[in-house]
C-alpha cells in the first residue's frame, strides 16, 4: 500500500510538470521512477507524453510498441500507436491500430473516420501512380521480308483495357499483321503459376487495383530481389499488412455474428 500511495504522489508531480510544460524536468524524473516502478503502464504512458512533446517520435514509437507488448490491447496505447503512425505518414500499421482500436471500441467515431481517410488514401494513391503509368503499343513497321522469319510467332504485350494480349497475329510469308482475329486464332492466355509473364511495376499496380494481392505480392518480391529497391519492399510490406488486415476482419465479422446469434437465442431457461 505504500509502495502504490507512493506511485500516486509521484503521477501527481509528474502531472504538474507537464501541465507547467517541464517536459524535459519530467522526463529525467519519469525514467528514474520507472526503476522502482517498472510495470506502472501510468509512469511509461506519461513518459510517452514527455517524449511527444519534446519531439522525440523514434523514442515515442519504441515506447508505445514496448507497452503493446507489455499490457496488450490498451485503447489508450493503441489509439497513440495508430495516431503516431498516421503522423508519419505509415498509412498501412496505422489502419492496423485504428481496426483494432475498432474492435475494442465499435462507437469510436474518431477510428471510423480514420479508418476511411486512410482506406480512400491508400486506394487513391495507387490509382493516381496508375494514371501516369500506361502501355503504349506501337506495331512495328513492316520489316523486309528477309527480317520475317526471325520474328516471333506473336508480341507478348499485354494491354490495360483486357488485362490480355491483343489478337494480332503476323503472317510469315508476307502481308500486314491482321488484327481482331477469330477466337480460334487468338494468342493463348498467359500461363498461370508462380512465373509471371509480366513481370513489370505497371502489371504489379494494374493487379493491386484489381484486387489480385497475391499476383501483385509476386512480381513486387521479383523485382525487389532483382533490383533491390526500397520502394518496393514498402510495396510488399503494404500488401501483407493489407492481407493480415483482411483475415483479422473476416475473423471479427465471424465473432460478431456468433455474438449477434447469441444474443437473439437468449439465455435458456432453467
Avoid: C, W
Avoid at 500507436?81 to 474518431?110: G, I, T, V, W
Avoid at 512495328?140 to 497475329?169: F, N
Avoid at 501483385?216 to 533491390?228: P, S
Amino acid at each position: 500500500m505504500a509502495n502504490f500511495q507512493n506511485e500516486r504522489e509521484q503521477l501527481a508531480q509528474l502531472e504538474v510538470l507537464f501541465q507547467q510544460k517541464e517536459f524535459a524536468d519530467g522526463l529525467v524524473q519519469v525514467e528514474a521512477l520507472l526503476i522502482h516502478f517498472p510495470a506502472s503502464i501510468q509512469l511509461r504512458f506519461l513518459k510517452f507524453k514527455f517524449l511527444r512533446e519534446l519531439h522525440k517520435t523514434g523514442e515515442a514509437l519504441q515506447l508505445l510498441r514496448e507497452m503493446h507488448a507489455m499490457f496488450g490491447d490498451n485503447i489508450l496505447v493503441l489509439k497513440e500507436l495508430a495516431d503516431l503512425h498516421f503522423q508519419q505518414q505509415q498509412y498501412p500499421e496505422s489502419l492496423l491500430y485504428y481496426k483494432k482500436l475498432l474492435f475494442l471500441d465499435s462507437f469510436n467515431s474518431q477510428a471510423q473516420e480514420r479508418v476511411k481517410q486512410i482506406q480512400g488514401m491508400l486506394q487513391a494513391g495507387v490509382a493516381d501512380k496508375l494514371a501516369d503509368t500506361q502501355v503504349e503499343y506501337r506495331p512495328a513497321a513492316a520489316p523486309p521480308r528477309a527480317a520475317k522469319a526471325a520474328m516471333p510467332a506473336g508480341p507478348e504485350i499485354l494491354t490495360l483495357e483486357t488485362g490480355q494480349p491483343p489478337q494480332i497475329t503476323i503472317d510469315l510469308e508476307g502481308g500486314p499483321p491482321a488484327r481482331d482475329a477469330a477466337p480460334a486464332a487468338a494468342a493463348p492466355a498467359a500461363p498461370k503459376g508462380d512465373a509471371l509473364p509480366f513481370e513489370t511495376e505497371s502489371a504489379a499496380e494494374l493487379y493491386f487495383k484489381q484486387g489480385l494481392y497475391q499476383e501483385a505480392l509476386a512480381i513486387y518480391k521479383n523485382l525487389f530481389e532483382k533490383t533491390g529497391r526500397t520502394d518496393f519492399f514498402l510495396k510488399i510490406k503494404a500488401i501483407l499488412m493489407l492481407l493480415r488486415t483482411d483475415r483479422n476482419n473476416r475473423v471479427v465479422e465471424r465473432l460478431q455474428k456468433f455474438l449477434q446469434l447469441i444474443q437473439e437465442r437468449g439465455s435458456p431457461s432453467v
